[in-house]
């Protein structure tokens, strides 16, 4: 197994670097970065930084950034061990690479890091899972998640619920793609996701103006999560520096609690009288309907209520609830639709896979695609019996898991792991993707390959806990595993059968980007089924009249739409801005997030990329346009030379021998059609340039 993992001592601490590396600057920054990233013990984040090309590419490398302060470097023996033997039994707790050896060595490993006054805000001072110290407080919230609502029975009783959240998922996606060109499926997801867990956890299905309502609160204390890392470091003064960043924490957890306090005292009613009627009811044959269908179901929040702090020998209050119903809620949401959006992109990419996977769900069915009403749902009964989709699932998680790193542990004493000093209270953090793209364990580790799960009849399944050998690890491993990765292989299985069966997936235009970046969890830069477009901005002065041209292209260099429009009178770089206006505008009606702008005005590119004076003259329509661009999921405006642009100089010059003011065109005008056919063929021209270029 590739052990590959690095470690952040606290910051009060100081030294050197253990292990110099070429990039020490880079991956000092990354590794602040990560640090900042580790403070933020939001629970459900499983992840904390993106993967880094400077970050530590080979495996076993340990970096540390510093030593712990006056004590020298104990020189205890190194364990002897092979990456490639660890087991779970050498995970513990928080910590992570507790080597073979006797218990009590292997518990040296196991303080979590500390929590930062931001968590402590967010987790009520520690009191849900992920950020509780390993103890009997911990203990207890994981042992009634995991028995009460995880548990196979419990799963299982949710089945309605799932199939409800399937009806409405198809439906949402059927009515926007019969009224949009393309559409954004992780939205649809993320709420998909939503629904599942509130009702999980409230046990109802609320509308979805109240599903919103949660999601929507949820949601931005994820988004803005990291930005309130600043105020853990020296608390008392960034507190006064950054006070409104201070007072919008505030008031997201303000927000939680309004949203999510009424719904847990009407839970709590309902407990309170079906408790009261338990004894009348006794013996009375209970009325099942879909109306009364969930009336009898068990939900996260009602097992909570009655629970005891063992240390504090209390119940928990409902601040403390509120805490615990957002791990729930976010742990659950945005890895598991994160996840499906990374295998259903792959499934996009590699249609020989889609149809595999179809083919497969097809055995089963027998019949046509998703088009008989009592044939559409492929039921959570059939998924044992498609051993393809599982492959697909787990190659997903393999190359694309949702988090890059396990959320962080901690060493309780100093340890020395390979030769290198890990100080007590180190945050050691595991670099997951890393290590399921060991090209050591795996034979072509970037190649999207289910295959590679494939077992023959009789050999044992993928285990993916871990427990007799890591290979990868998307939800951890030993005692801090993720204690709900049994239903989020349900739901990724049950969600990726359904959408393969009702739906044939295609780019919306023939591209997947598989290009990462970093939100709350390692997500796709450019997401599926979003069009990409190029546009062109350009400008002809002709005595004093002024006109713009634009045209958008896809990624492929295919036409999608052309414009012209005469401007009256004004400078050239007015005309080139109002270009880059309209792209921007027509781009957005268009229903495009992510738009490359390219002009060959150096002047407009610069001015449109940076913070306008607010006496230039052309001040109002550049705050027009980032306006705009704050819109958009993704606006870049970049310079292009002359020769790059002719297609957009020659719908702007085209603007003079107009009668109308602006001129659409849905195809390729036949002025510019040569023009046009040359930039699909990618035909080159010669640039003069000054020897100086080549100096
Ligand atoms: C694809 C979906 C999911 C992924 C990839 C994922 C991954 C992870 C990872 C990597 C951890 C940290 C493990 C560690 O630090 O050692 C974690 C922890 C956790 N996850 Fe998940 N998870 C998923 C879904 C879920 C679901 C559906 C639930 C519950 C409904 C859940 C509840 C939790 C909790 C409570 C913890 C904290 C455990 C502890 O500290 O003891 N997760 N998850």
């Known amino acids: 197994m590739a052990f590959t993992f690095f470690i952040l001592n606290s910051l009060n601490s100081h030294g050197a670097l253990v292990h110099p590396h070429p990039h020490t600057l880079s991956l000092f920054l990354h590794q602040i970065h990560l640090l900042l990233s580790s403070l933020s013990l939001l629970s459900s984040s499983p992840s904390r930084s993106s993967h880094h090309p400077l970050s530590l590419s080979h495996p076993q490398t340990i970096l540390r950034i510093r030593t712990p302060p006056s004590k020298p470097p104990r020189q205890t023996r190194p364990y002897n061990h092979s990456p490639h033997s660890l087991s779970s039994r050498h995970f513990h707790r928080r910590s992570i690479s507790g080597p073979p050896g006797p218990r009590s060595k292997r518990r040296r490993f196991l303080q979590p890091p500390r929590i930062p006054p931001t968590s402590k805000i967010i987790n009520s001072n520690q009191h849900n899972i992920n950020s509780a110290f390993y103890g009997p407080t911990w203990r207890l919230l994981r042992r009634n998640l995991t028995s009460q609502i995880l548990h196979p029975a419990r799963v299982r009783s949710f089945s309605g619920t799932r199939k409800w959240v399937l009806d409405t998922l198809i439906r949402s996606l059927k009515s926007e793609s019969e009224t949009k060109e393309s559409v954004k499926i992780i939205e649809h997801l993320q709420y998909a996701m939503f629904c599942l867990l509130v009702f999980m956890c409230f046990g109802e299905r609320l509308d979805e103006r109240q599903i919103r309502g949660v999601e929507n609160v949820q949601r931005r204390l994820l988004v803005n999560f990291n930005k309130f890392n600043v105020l853990n470091l020296v608390p008392r003064v960034s507190r006064i520096l950054y006070r409104k960043r201070w007072e919008e924490l505030l008031q997201i957890r303000k927000e939680m609690e309004e949203v999510l306090i009424p719904l847990i005292r009407a839970r709590k009613k309902v407990k309170e009288d079906r408790d009261r009627n338990a004894d009348h009811d006794e013996g009375e044959d209970k009325v099942q309907n879909a109306d009364h269908?969930?009336?009898?179901?068990?939900?996260?929040?009602?097992?909570?209520?009655?629970?005891?702090?063992?240390?504090?020998?209390?119940?928990?209050?409902e601040g403390e609830l509120v805490s615990v119903t957002t791990e729930f809620l976010n742990a659950g949401t945005d890895s598991t639709a994160t996840a499906l959006e990374w295998i259903m992109a792959n499934l996009v990419k590699y249609p020989h896979i889609q149809e595999r996977v179809f083919e497969e769900i097809k055995e089963v069915m027998g019949n046509?695609?998703?088009?008989?009403?009592?044939?559409?749902?492929v039921k959570e009964e059939d998924l044992n019996k498609l051993p393809y989709l599982k492959a697909v699932i787990l190659e997903g998680l393999r190359r694309h898991p949702p988090g890059h790193f396990l959320l962080p542990h901690a060493v309780s004493e100093d340890v020395v792991l390979n030769g290198y000093l890990v100080p007590k209270n180190g945050t050691i953090n595991v670099m997951v993707a890393?290590?399921?793209?060991?090209?050591?364990?795996?034979?072509?580790?970037?190649?999207?390959?289910?295959?590679?799960?494939?077992r023959s009849e009789g050999?044992?399944?993928?285990?993916i806990t871990g427990s007799k050998e890591i290979k990868m690890m998307p939800f951890g491993v030993g005692r801090r595993i993720c204690p709900g990765y049994n239903l989020a292989m349900l739901h990724l299985e049950y969600f990726v059968a359904n959408l393969v069966w009702n739906f044939e997936w295609k780019a919306a235009n023939g591209i997947v980007d598989l290009s990462e970046k970093l939100e709350f969890t390692v997500v796709m830069a450019n997401p599926l089924q979003w069009v990409k477009i190029n546009v062109d901005g350009a400008a002809k002065t002709n005595d004093s009249l002024i006109s713009c041209g634009g045209v958008i292209r896809d990624n492929n260099g295919s036409w999608i739409l052309g414009f012209t429009r005469s401007l009256g009178s004004g400078s050239a770089l007015l005309a080139e801005i109002w270009g880059i206006l309209l792209d921007i505008t027509k781009g957005l009606d268009?229903?495009?997030?992510?738009?490359?702008?390219?002009?060959?005005?150096?002047?407009?590119?610069?001015?449109v990329n940076k913070e306008c004076n607010p006496d230039h003259p052309l001040r109002d329509i550049i705050t027009k346009i980032h306006r705009l661009m704050s819109q958009a999921q993704n606006v870049k405006v970049v310079h292009v030379y002359r020769e790059a642009n002719r297609l957009a100089n020659a719908l702007a010059s085209y603007a003079s021998s107009m009668s109308d003011r602006e001129s659409i065109f849905e195809n390729v005008p036949n002025f510019c059609n040569h023009i046009f056919s040359e930039d699909f063929r990618k035909v080159c021209f010669p640039r003069r340039v000054s020897s100086q270029a080549f100096c």
Do not use: C
């Open 293 to 317: 269908e969930d009336e009898g179901v068990v939900s996260y929040v009602d097992t909570l209520f009655d629970l005891e702090l063992p240390e504090e020998k209390r119940k928990l209050d």
């Open 368 to 377: 046509k695609r998703g088009q008989d009403n009592n044939n559409k749902e």
């Open 434 to 454: 890393e290590m399921g793209w060991d090209p050591k364990v795996w034979e072509n580790p970037m190649e999207f390959k289910p295959e590679r799960f494939l």
């Open 459 to 463: 050999e044992e399944v993928f285990d």
């Open 590 to 607: 268009r229903g495009f997030g992510n738009i490359i702008i390219e002009s060959d005005s150096l002047a407009a590119v610069h001015l």
